[in-house]
Antibody, heavy 124, light 106 residues
């Protein structure tokens, strides 16, 4: 059974940093691209960042480019999101999502499994 | 960035057919995926690559994609189908989601 378990969320002041983690199990982690998708309270889904199986291809939404860094450790079956210079508009539930293929954004790929999310609150 | 337009809400009578649209420039040339999200839960994939159903998704869920509109169709709507539905495509090195449609089953 595929499981994605996010952690690392919490309350943080504007301008500070936070690191999210996603522990994956139930599949061969290094065979698949992975993503972070967020959802602000009462709002829709917003793609944040994605990374290919070997970290060779990475992408970010314009809203987080230059502030967030995605990474993965295939030996630990883990995905990470380093979030710096946090803003009020970054407050959201952050989901870890598995892509159906190995290449980030590969043609026809989709998010076939999602975690339950970790909540990031940005407030002074 | 590529924009996907969905109606904010769609209502359907119990047992009838609901259609949720997702508009985008020449979206028919792209692969469209659909997700269902119930309150307090993570999204679940219900249609991938325009019209394919993952295992475990009822045959009542179907999809199509042509021109500037992709459509998710839910036949014989049930109370358990009430949820938010999101379309999603890959475009120019980013993933794009529609704004979401709240489906109400009357």
């Amino acid at each position: 059974e595929v499981q994605l378990v996010e952690s690392g969320g919490g309350l943080v002041q504007p301008g500070r940093s936070l690191r999210l983690s996603c522990a994956a199990s139930g599949f061969t982690f290094d065979d698949y691209a992975m993503h972070w998708v967020r959802q602000a309270p009462g709002k829709g889904l917003e793609w944040v960042s994605g990374i290919s199986w070997n970290s060779g291809s990475i992408g970010y939404a314009d809203s987080v480019k230059g502030r967030f860094t995605i990474s993965r450790d295939n030996a630990k079956n883990s995905l990470y999101l380093q979030m710096n210079s946090l803003r009020a508009e970054d407050m959201a539930l952050y989901y870890c999502a598995k892509e159906s293929g190995y290449d980030f954004g590969g043609a026809g790929n989709y998010f076939d499994y999602w975690g339950q999310g970790t909540l990031v609150t940005v407030s002074s | 960035s590529y924009e996907l337009t969905q109606p904010l809400s769609v209502s359907v009578a119990l047992g009838q057919t609901a259609r949720i649209t997702c508009g985008g420039n020449n979206i028919g040339s792209k692969n469209v995926h659909w997700y269902q999200q119930k309150p307090g839960q993570a999204p679940v994939l219900v249609i991938y690559r325009d019209s394919n159903r993952p295992s475990g998704i009822p045959e009542r869920f179907s999809g199509s994609n042509s021109g500037n509109t992709a459509t998710l169709t839910i036949s014989r709507a049930q109370a358990g189908d009430e949820a938010d539905y999101y379309c999603q495509v890959w475009d120019s090195s980013t993933e794009a989601f529609g704004g979401g449609t709240k489906l109400t089953v009357l």
